[in-house]
């Protein structure tokens, strides 16, 4: 099987495995209680043992590399998420990616360097957001990746559509989420707000245009 793992494969997994080195390296500097929690001002507000502390994200991320490289061989459309694998892999990479930089972020405020979580998320999230965009422009009907709607699944056609204008909002709530940290004290409110908006606006515009197919009335 692990001949079969393309190069961006063992990226997802080396960076699985990179989140644990760093969390091996950084525990023996950390102190009784380590901060793990900030509150939307970017107030510490939850601590955790130094062992769940630092490895409570490597573990998540092992889990989620190991579920997405699962995703395109047990998708029973399988071969439309092969049509646009290259944009997928890379998801995945900057999710992982991102998930690192939360876990520097912890690691590097307990060994005393206190970088905001409200300047280094909204930027993070952002560049996710914009990404997703992407993704939603190449994303083929499948059950696992994209807009995933009762109307979306039923009808290529409403799937084409709706990802179309996804990818257009999504780039957008990439812009805002990035320019949010000019307000960092309404950073979070205004990343959230933007996304939950915009998921209610592509369900309520997957159902319309399902409704104006022909088989549909």
Not at 70 to 96: C, E, G, T
Not at 102 to 119: A, D, F, M, Y
Not at 132 to 161: C, M, Q, Y
Request: proline share 6%; net charge positive.
């Amino acid at each position: 099987m692990l001949r079969n793992f393309s190069k961006n494969d063992w990226i997802i997994l080396s960076l699985a495995l990179l989140s644990f080195l760093l969390s091996a390296l950084a525990y023996p500097y950390m102190p009784p209680r380590i901060a793990t929690h900030w509150n939307a001002y970017g107030q510490v507000d939850g601590y955790m043992s130094p062992f769940w502390g630092l490895f409570l994200l490597p573990l998540i991320n092992a889990s989620m590399a190991l579920l997405f490289l699962a995703i395109p061989h047990i998708d029973p459309r399988k071969s439309n998420i092969a049509l646009f694998r290259k944009q997928y892999d890379r998801l995945v990479i900057l999710v992982l990616v991102f998930m690192l930089v939360v876990q520097l972020q912890v690691i590097l405020w307990n060994l005393g360097v206190q970088i905001s979580p409200n300047l280094l998320i909204p930027v993070g999230i952002g560049l996710l957001y914009f990404y997703i965009g992407i993704v939603f422009e190449h994303a083929k009907p499948n059950w696992f990746v994209g807009i995933r709607t009762p109307w979306t699944l039923s009808s290529d056609i409403v799937w084409e559509k709706t990802h179309r204008l996804g990818a257009r909002l999504f780039k957008l709530a990439g812009i805002i989420t990035i320019a949010s940290v000019l307000v960092q004290d309404y950073a979070v409110w205004i990343l959230l707000v933007t996304v939950l908006v915009i998921a209610l606006v592509l369900v309520i515009y997957s159902y319309v245009e399902y409704k104006k197919l022909p088989e549909s009335s």
